[in-house]
């Protein structure tokens, strides 16, 4: 009892000199934080990027919450078991700051706001991770002063002749941290990306070209020659050519006279006296028969067993009958038409006939026929 008393006064000035050392030596404090908004956006959430046959852009927009001295760092940290998927080659990366992103959310924390500011010139570098607790790192260095409550943003893109950055190969979560950091000044945020197999959708369509039709005639003035009273019809012709495109549907061609303006259509003596070789309005005119006269035309089959056809009246196939006009707009009659396309040119040959009765008149007559052409679509 008496040996313990005397040990007493010495463990009382141990643990007073323990206690003393405790309070002088210096202290150590970390100052911690979860960053207030963060996002990373890839231009390509594909799988297996590999930053030569396909590239990716990463872009980087963090907010921390307390104010981040100049020239720290901000890195990102991926996944270990996606070690050499994110940098895959090691080196110098492009880097920028940004003021605005595809992924910015206006009004918001999300929003950047500013571009990463930079004490002297930012610079970027991957590193690969290799085996257990080693992983892929992009570092941004000689990164400004950075304040609480403001979005900052920055891109990272392929090194010049170094640095590569792509995307792992797997399908689906990959966690990711980003971390701003001054010594002990540390904001840092963890969230997870997704990447799918194939992130594009390849949109087609074909332009069809504009249904058109190609029509044109081969002389716009014939000559009949002489008509002499009570003789034999006179003949004349040209030809008219159509082509339409392949997505037309086929075409026609319709016609008309004026003849004296308001009787009939025909070869017309418009002088005194005046006197008018009349078509008949409609149907054919058999310019063969004794006593008759009068105007029409004939049209041959541009494609003879195709599909174009010429109008009965106008396709009779007899030497000396001819189909009758009908004046003007009003009186258009259809000449030929054709139910299908055609690239190459087809043409039929129109044979005016015109024949002088025994009591015509003397004199020069004149006839204005008029074609109409079009196409169906």
């Known amino acids: 009892m008496k040996n313990r008393k005397a040990l007493l006064p010495l463990l009382i000035l141990g643990i007073s000199l323990i206690c003393s050392l405790f309070f002088f030596l210096p202290s150590f404090k970390s100052n911690a934080g979860a960053l207030t908004a963060a996002y990373l956006y890839l231009s390509r959430i594909k799988t297996n990027i590999d930053g030569s046959t396909a590239t990716v852009e990463y872009v980087i927009a963090l907010a921390p919450t307390q104010t981040i001295p100049t020239g720290g760092s901000v890195t ?9 998927s994110w940098c895959r080659t090691a080196g110098s990366l492009t880097v920028a700051g940004v003021t605005d992103s595809a992924a910015d959310m206006s009004s918001t924390n999300w929003d950047i706001d500013s571009a990463l500011p930079t004490s002297g010139t930012l610079t970027a570098a991957c590193t690969q991770g290799s085996g257990a607790s080693s992983v892929d790192t992009i570092t941004i260095s000689n990164v400004g002063a950075l304040t609480a409550g403001t979005t900052y943003g920055v891109k990272i893109t392929n090194g010049t002749t170094a640095g590569v950055i792509g995307t792992d190969d797997t399908q689906g979560e990959h966690e990711v941290t980003v971390e701003a950091k001054n010594g002990t000044t540390i904001d840092s945020g963890t969230f997870k990306v997704y990447l799918i197999s194939n992130d594009q959708v390849v949109v087609s369509a074909t332009v069809a070209s504009t249904p058109s039709v190609n029509c044109s005639l081969s002389a716009n003035t014939v000559d009949l020659g002489s008509l002499y009273p009570g003789g034999s019809y006179s003949t004349g012709y040209h030809t008219i050519t159509t082509s339409t495109s392949t997505t037309t549907s086929g075409y026609y061609w319709a016609v008309y006279g004026q003849g004296d303006g308001s009787t009939d259509a025909g070869l017309y003596k418009s002088s005194a ?3 008018l070789l009349a078509s008949t309005g409609s149907g054919t005119i058999d310019l063969r028969t004794a006593g008759v006269e009068g105007f029409g035309l004939t049209a041959t089959d541009p494609d003879d067993t195709g599909s174009a056809n010429v ?3 106008f396709g009779s196939g007899t030497a000396g009958v001819f189909g009758a006009l009908d004046r003007g707009p009003a009186g258009a009659q259809l000449l030929i038409y054709q139910n299908g396309s055609q690239s190459s040119a087809e043409s039929s040959t129109i044979t005016y006939g015109a024949k002088a009765g025994t ?4 004199g020069s007559y004149q006839e204005t026929v008029t074609f109409a052409c079009g196409g169906y679509y």
């Open 76 to 84: 990102l940290y991926f996944p270990d078991a996606d070690d050499a």
């Open 273 to 275: 006296t005046t006197y």
């Open 311 to 313: 109008s009965t009246d």
């Open 359 to 362: 009591s015509a008149v003397a």
